[in-house]
Nanobody, 124 residues
């Protein structure tokens, strides 16, 4: 069992930056692929970024590529999402998720554990 707690969301102007953190409980954090997803009002949850267990491989949605960076610190049981050049369309609740997989996966149904989410609002 893994418990995930996101933090770092908030209100920011377009063009600004935020860094989300997701702290995981347990001693097996490094055995999980980690991902970030987001869900805007009235929209389906969508993939944002994912990172391999070691942190050596990362994947991004086209909409955030070049602006967002996912990273992890296995010693701290934490995964991060650095978000730069934020746009109003990035406004959503952002969720951290963990998958018991050996390869990186980008679909929500592949993830086994989810955090409660943190709100990110980008004003124009």
């Amino acid at each position: 069992q893994v418990q995930l707690v996101e933090s770092g969301g908030g209100l920011v102007q377009a063009g600004g930056s935020l860094k989300l953190s997701c702290a995981a409980s347990g001693r097996t954090f490094s055995s999980y692929v980690m991902g970030w997803f987001r869900q805007a009002p009235g929209m389906e949850r969508e993939f944002v970024a994912a990172i391999s267990r070691s942190g050596s491989s990362t994947f991004y949605a086209d909409s955030v590529k070049g602006r967002f960076t996912i990273s992890r610190d296995n010693a701290k049981n934490t995964v991060y999402l650095q978000m730069n050049s934020l746009k109003p369309e990035d406004t959503a609740v952002y969720y951290c998720a963990a998958a018991r997989r050996t390869i990186v996966v980008i679909t929500a149904r592949e993830y086994n554990y989810w955090g409660q989410g943190t709100q990110v609002t980008v004003s124009s």
